[in-house]
């Protein structure tokens, strides 16, 4: 009798201690997803100084602190619009519009609590940080098509209401779950048309509705740093893996695939984009070109890397290397004056990227970790469809932002002190000293500059024996 005691007393003992186990709630959260999605924000992040060097080295030594100033203060303000109520716009998953969210997750209000569906294994805190980063590098891309034109406070105003009117709605449309285009099998990873379809249009509207700059057409404009090109592209180069491989939102088979192919298709791109610099501009081995091509490849592998094998990321740094390299000899052909090539590089590198996309993405790759037979392919898995869908989104997100950027250039240009481009003498004077009030070289005084293409800008280092002669086509020899 006093072990059948002991028996019963410790089978209750036993039962009790499942009950409790079965009534505590199994939490969602897995701890690897949630440090592979830090570390991708923390990567994400780095591309915006590095976006930042390499704008400020493709563009003229008098505007290279307003344009690292500008990238900068643009995430600032788009941080801080993401926070008050842009990710609840973007991505609530209590909306049940097909077109945008809602104020559900405004002030980020119950995102340490909860997890967004598209991302259930990390809080959505975290979720809503990483898309941050996305949200905040988007318009720095786009205002360096106006590099050296348009003055800083304008364009804080333009970038608070275009992400809230233009960037928040895309998005919700290509990744939210009940969003039109996502609904309708838009192939979109990592923000082909979300980021640099829409970053590229802007800039194109931004370039024709901002006029040329004061000395367009009377020399060429060529990188004045080619070493900080360099710097920012080997961070946009690191940072993408964070872009694309954090875009699985989970440490997971598709997130390792994504980052593979995104050095890939980056290795390809540069080595095809100088060698159209060297075949067709006779330029040699160019480093810039090569960075050029690096971005073009990385912008143009965005929406597939998570859809393709990583074999296939060589094709999309080939491919978009030419194309975008012909793209800004016709922008220039047409003599629009896009200071940087934002939208050759960045709007047509996005949306053929898109259209590779429709073409090569695979199910045995679109299927992992979901439902099979549940996801879309391209045409190598006879889905023509594909294609078609890939060009209305494209051509819905082109439309969008083209139109609803101008109407903002228009709006706040009519309101008193808002005007966007700066005036002629602070655009002679650059943006520097106009309207920072420092230098990016302030150990380097400019003795002469001639605006003309065949001329010579000398920079003399006090206290040096030595000359140093800089040409405008970047070029350096100590006289």
């Known amino acids: 009798m006093k072990?059948?005691?002991?028996?019963?007393?410790?089978?209750?003992?036993?039962?009790?201690?499942?009950?409790?186990?079965?009534?505590?709630?199994?939490?969602?959260?897995?701890?690897?997803?949630?440090?592979?999605?830090?570390?991708?924000?923390?990567?994400?992040?780095?591309?915006?100084?590095?976006?930042?060097?390499?704008?400020?080295g493709l563009g003229e030594a008098k505007n290279t602190l307003s344009v690292l100033l500008s990238v900068l203060l643009a995430a600032g303000v788009v941080m801080t619009q993401w926070v008050l109520f842009g990710y609840s716009l973007a991505f609530s998953d209590t909306s049940t519009s097909n077109f945008i969210g809602n104020f559900k997750y405004a002030a980020l209000i119950d995102t340490l609590t909860t997890v967004n569906p598209i991302a259930g294994t990390i809080p959505t805190a975290l979720f809503s940080m990483y898309q941050m980063m996305f949200a905040a590098i988007t318009p720095g891309l786009a205002i360096g098509a106006v590099a050296g034109r348009m003055r800083l406070l304008p364009m804080m105003v333009f970038v608070f209401l275009w992400t809230t009117i233009v960037y928040d709605p895309i998005a919700y449309w290509t990744w939210s779950g009940l969003g039109w285009l996502h609904v309708l099998n838009v192939m979109d990873y990592a923000g082909g048309s979300v980021v640099h379809v829409s970053a590229g249009v802007t800039g194109l509207v931004l370039a024709l509705m901002s006029g040329k700059r004061v000395d367009y057409g009377t020399r060429n404009y060529e990188s004045h740093n080619p070493t900080y090109v360099y710097m920012g592209t080997i961070l946009l180069w690191f940072g993408w893996m964070g872009f694309n491989g954090g875009s699985a939102v989970s440490a997971s088979t598709r997130a390792v695939g994504a980052a593979f192919a995104t050095n890939i298709a980056a290795a390809a791109?540069?080595?095809?984009?100088?060698?159209?610099?060297?075949?067709?501009?006779?330029?040699?081995?160019?480093?810039?070109?090569?960075c050029?091509?690096?971005?073009?490849?990385?912008?143009?592998?965005?929406?597939?890397?998570?859809?393709?094998?990583?074999?296939?990321?060589?094709?999309?740094?080939?491919?978009?290397?030419?194309?975008?390299?012909?793209?800004?000899?016709?922008?220039?052909?047409?003599?629009?004056?896009?200071?940087?090539?934002?939208?050759?590089?960045?709007?047509?590198?996005?949306?053929?990227?898109?259209?590779?996309?429709?073409?090569?993405?695979?199910?045995?790759?679109?299927?992992?970790?979901?439902?099979?037979?549940?996801?879309?392919?391209?045409?190598?898995?006879?889905?023509?469809?594909?294609?078609?869908?890939?060009?209305?989104?494209?051509?819905?997100?082109?439309?969008?932002?083209?139109?609803?950027?101008?109407?903002?250039?228009?709006?706040?240009?009519?309101?008193?002190?808002?005007?966007?481009?700066?005036?002629?003498?602070?655009?002679?004077?650059?943006?520097?000293?106009?309207?920072?009030?420092?230098?990016?070289?302030?150990?380097?005084?400019?003795?002469?500059?001639?605006?003309?293409?065949?001329?010579?800008?000398?920079?003399?280092?006090?206290?040096?024996?030595?000359?140093?002669?800089?040409?405008?086509?970047?070029?350096?020899?100590?006289?």
């Open 3 to 56: 072990y059948l005691t002991l028996a019963l007393a410790l089978f209750v003992s036993v039962m009790a201690q499942n009950a409790t186990q079965l009534a505590t709630p199994v939490s969602p959260l897995v701890s690897a997803d949630i440090s592979w999605i830090l570390i991708s924000s923390a990567l994400v992040f780095l591309q915006i100084p590095g976006l930042g060097l390499f704008y400020a």
């Open 269 to 290: 791109g540069g080595m095809t984009y100088m060698g159209m610099e060297a075949l067709v501009n006779k330029k040699r081995f160019s480093a810039v070109g090569f």
């Open 292 to 479: 050029a091509g690096v971005v073009v490849a990385l912008v143009a592998v965005t929406p597939g890397s998570g859809f393709i094998e990583p074999g296939m990321a060589i094709l999309f740094g080939f491919f978009p290397a030419i194309v975008c390299f012909y793209a800004v000899k016709m922008m220039h052909y047409f003599k629009v004056d896009d200071a940087l090539d934002v939208a050759a590089c960045h709007g047509v590198g996005g949306a053929f990227g898109m259209i590779l996309t429709g073409i090569f993405a695979q199910h045995r790759v679109t299927d992992i970790g979901v439902t099979p037979g549940s996801s879309t392919a391209g045409w190598v898995d006879q889905v023509w469809i594909q294609v078609p869908v890939q060009l209305a989104g494209i051509g819905a997100v082109c439309a969008w932002t083209a139109g609803w950027t101008a109407i903002l250039v228009l709006v706040i240009n009519l309101i008193p002190g808002l005007k966007m481009r700066c005036h002629q003498e602070a655009e002679e004077m650059g943006l520097d000293m106009y309207e920072v009030g420092e230098s990016a070289y302030p150990y380097a005084s400019v003795a002469t500059l001639d605006v003309h293409s065949d001329s010579k800008a000398h920079l003399s280092l006090p206290k040096v024996p030595s000359q140093i002669t800089l040409t405008n086509a970047g070029k350096s020899s100590m006289a």
